[in-house]
């Protein structure tokens, strides 16, 4: 016990000794005139005492600066703030006095305030930091802090200037640039009005919609637009007027009856904020029409012209079946004879697909209905000048004739044995009468021909196909040593 205690009473000693010199030497810098002022700590907070003058000078100094002033110990707690810091920080200098400065601030600003204090120990240092206020416009100040001496205790002196305006300033200017940017890059046209409708800016594809310089003109006076299925109440100044109470309006079929090229747009706007929520006007966007409105067209033709083809087939197809059920006297018979006329009617379909339904070579029908057979019988088919081209319409006939001969020659005529031949040329324009173009079969070597006692379905596809047109037909010649067929293509479904 008595060894402890002389401990304790050794400190206790030490501790005055210090104490006595930190006094000793603070009254030799008051008698040098080394000191300015006191800081002299209290139950509550530091305070600080003038030396030889007004002891108010010192918060009569701070309260005339305009930015936001503290004053902080050697620990960062406050000793004195002016009124313009404690009416930013919505507190008063009775609750800031002996508290921690940075414990003032929310967030990343007292961390930010943290750290320009640290780096403050022998030089003035500076930083941005930033105030949010909730759904106001953040603030924004430039925080200068500087250590300063009061006597013989070290702190902080920390201004903070308002800079918001030119925070503010500069972000318009960025989001201004970064606008033109983005207007001047766009494909389509893209006009910016303000809240009286007045054009202010306008990229280069607005040449489309507007032939001279649009800036300055009203939008609904130089661009009219009709706007699709709305009976003629929403016109363009509704749609903008709409857009400013900040309702957006996107994609809307419209079209500009004043405009040099484009007539038919897709239109869309929204309302322009450039700070903060106040819509300050509208931004139109159109969008050229003019490719998918003549897409639309040529689909709609495309599906009139399919519907079209769909009837005329399904009512070819049916009459097929009828003719070739009554010319036929068992089920077989008919199902082989309708299946192969339906084949070759598929072939010159699938021939016209590859074309896209524009047109066909007769030398290209021609080895597409002898295909079945073109193994056996290659050696034994010629073709010869059939490099012309027909319609839709005359292939389809074409096919069928091509077929029911090829299937006659086949089971009857020249292919239907060794020997025989086949062929089929151009005979050239009738030049007399129709402008027909006229090619034969022509078979030989083949069985004696002789006239048929009863003419079939097969005859009546051959004579009747091409006969929708003046000039079109097909003639047959029972020639004892092979059939002849000379067939008439109709001029105007030459191509």
């Known amino acids: 016990m008595t060894s402890a205690s002389s401990s304790d009473k050794d400190l206790l000693i030490a501790d005055l000794r210090h104490r006595l010199a930190e006094a000793e030497e603070t009254l030799r810098a008051i008698r040098e005139n080394e000191v300015d002022a006191l800081v002299m700590r209290g139950p509550v907070a530091e305070e600080i005492f003038t030396i030889g003058g007004d002891p108010e000078s010192y918060r009569t100094f701070m309260e005339a600066m305009e930015p936001g002033a503290a004053a902080l110990d050697g620990f960062g ?18 609750q800031l006095q002996g508290k921690l400065f940075v414990d003032a601030f929310a967030g990343d600003t007292g961390k930010e305030i943290g750290r320009l204090l640290g780096e403050a120990h022998t030089t003035r240092q500076s930083r941005e930091v930033r105030f949010p206020r909730g759904d106001e416009v953040d603030l924004h100040f430039i925080a200068m802090a500087s250590p300063l ?17 030119r925070v503010l300033n500069e972000g318009a200017e960025q989001s201004e640039h970064a606008a033109r940017a983005v207007i001047a890059s766009a494909n389509e046209a893209v006009l910016v009005c303000d809240r009286d409708g007045v054009i202010t800016h306008a990229n280069a594809a607005a040449s489309i919609v507007y ?16 706007l699709r299925d709305s009976t003629g109440v929403l016109q363009a100044d ?13 994609g809307i079929e419209a079209s500009a009856p004043k405009a040099p090229e484009v007539k038919d747009y897709l239109v869309s706007a929204a309302p322009l904020r450039i700070a903060g929520d106040r819509i300050s006007g509208a931004v139109v966007t159109m969008v050229d029409l003019s490719q998918r409105k003549a897409a639309e067209k040529q689909q709609n033709l495309l599906m009139r012209e399919l519907d079209h083809r769909v009837k005329n087939t399904l009512a070819l197809v049916a009459s097929i ?15 082989k004879a309708f299946s192969g006329r339906i084949q070759a009617l598929a072939a010159t379909h699938t021939l016209l697909l590859g074309n896209s339904w524009s047109s066909l070579e007769l030398r ?3 080895m597409s209905e002898l ?4 193994d056996s019988t290659a050696d034994q088919v010629a073709i010869e000048g059939l490099n012309v081209a027909v319609t839709p319409r005359a292939a389809i006939a074409f096919g069928l004739i091509v077929h029911e001969l090829a299937t006659n020659a086949i089971k009857y005529g020249a292919l239907s044995q060794q020997g025989g031949h086949v062929t089929v040329c151009a005979v050239g324009r009738d030049n007399e009468k129709s402008g027909a173009f006229v090619l034969e079969w022509r078979e030989s070597g083949g069985p004696r021909v002789t006239p048929p006692k009863r003419k079939g379905f097969g005859h009546t ?32 479904d030459l191509s």
């Open 77 to 94: 707690r406050v000793l004195y703030a002016n009124s313009t810091l404690t009416k930013l920080l919505g507190t008063s200098l009775a």
């Open 149 to 165: 001496q009061f006597g013989t205790t070290s702190g902080h002196a920390i201004t903070f200037a308002d800079v918001t305006e």
């Open 211 to 226: 032939e001279g310089n649009p800036i300055g003109q009203i939008f609904a006076e130089i661009i009219p637009l009709l």
């Open 238 to 250: 509704d749609m903008i007027a709409m857009v400013i109470a900040g309702t957006p309006m996107r």
């Open 321 to 335: 079946s009828a003719r070739t059920a009554s010319s036929t006297d068992t089920v077989q018979a008919f199902q």
């Open 364 to 366: 290209d029908i021609v």
């Open 371 to 374: 295909a079945p057979y073109i």
């Open 461 to 492: 596809v051959i004579s009747r196909s091409l006969q929708y047109s003046a000039g079109g037909r097909a003639e047959f010649d029972f020639d004892p040593s092979g059939v002849v067929c000379r067939i008439s293509i109709p001029a105007k």
